[in-house]
T-cell receptor
Framework: GAVVSQHPSWVICKSGTSVKIECRSL??????MFWYRQFPKQSLMLMAT?????????EQGVEKDKFLINHASLTLSTLTVTSAHPEDSSFYIC?????????????FGPGTRLTVL | GQNIDQPTEMTATEGAIVQINCTYQ??????LFWYQQHAGEAPTFLSY??LDGLEEKGRFSSFLSRSKGYSYLLLKELQMKDSASYLC??????????WGAGTKLIIKP
């Protein structure tokens, strides 16, 4: 149980284009989903937290107009990187948890590797 | 400020035992997680401790001392597949996960 999928697994795009990444909880309803970014040899950096049906809460330094997050249902959240640039190239990972505000385990998706040319 | 400290890298021998330490300073505390992350992959959950003491799960055990702000992950009977980064993360009073930078564990034959 507690499987999270991400699509696509990897994407290469040209500078200036937008890229959408989907995160789905396959066998449970995720009250809260998290979006992380990880640069090579660095730890996870939380970008934003989203609860179903409400606006995402972005971490300091993360541009909400650049990284659009939509959490339309209890099983789906999307991250859209708008007008991507080479410095946005990174490993983007989503995670999902069942209980909002509780000491719950986060289940991670397999990640999406974004390369912007 | 909030901070998680863990060693950057450790090396151990196949079949041996290794202990990865983690110290934390957070605003409030609601538990500590250990995750395993293989290169190029997302983290996978290993353990969660909120009470003092040792939790054992097969070859892996995790220990917590709340008074000392200290945890360790103990890996026994090391296998080559255990080569990975091990991430320590503490849950603060707002139930936000504060992540360590990870410990890269290298297993040698």
């Amino acid at each position: 149980g507690a499987v999270v999928s991400q699509h696509p697994s990897w994407v290469i795009c040209k500078s200036g284009t937008s890229v959408k990444i989907e995160c789905r909880s396959l066998d449970f309803q995720a009250t809260t989903m998290f979006w992380y970014r990880q640069f090579p040899k660095q730890s996870l950096m939380l970008m934003a937290t989203s609860n179903e049906g409400s606006k995402a809460t972005y971490e300091q330094g993360v541009e909400k107009d650049k990284f659009l997050i939509n959490h339309a249902s209890l099983t789906l959240s999307t991250l859209t990187v708008t007008s991507a640039h080479p410095e946005d190239s990174s490993f983007y990972i989503c995670s999902a948890s069942v209980l909002a505000g509780g000491p719950d385990t986060q289940y991670f998706g397999p990640g999406t590797r974004l390369t912007v040319l | 400020g909030q901070n998680i400290d863990q060693p950057t890298e450790m090396t151990a021998t196949e079949g041996a035992i290794v202990q990865i330490n983690c110290t934390y300073q957070t605003s409030g505390f609601n538990g500590l997680f250990w995750y395993q992350q293989h290169a190029g992959e997302a983290p996978t959950f290993l353990s969660y401790n909120v009470l003092d003491g040792l939790e054992e799960k097969g070859r892996f055990s995790s220990f917590l001392s709340r008074s000392k702000g200290y945890s360790y992950l103990l890996l026994k009977e090391l296998q080559m597949k255990d080569s990975a980064s091990y991430l320590c993360a503490a849950l603060d009073s707002n139930y936000q996960l504060i992540w360590g930078a990870g410990t890269k564990l290298i297993i040698k034959p």
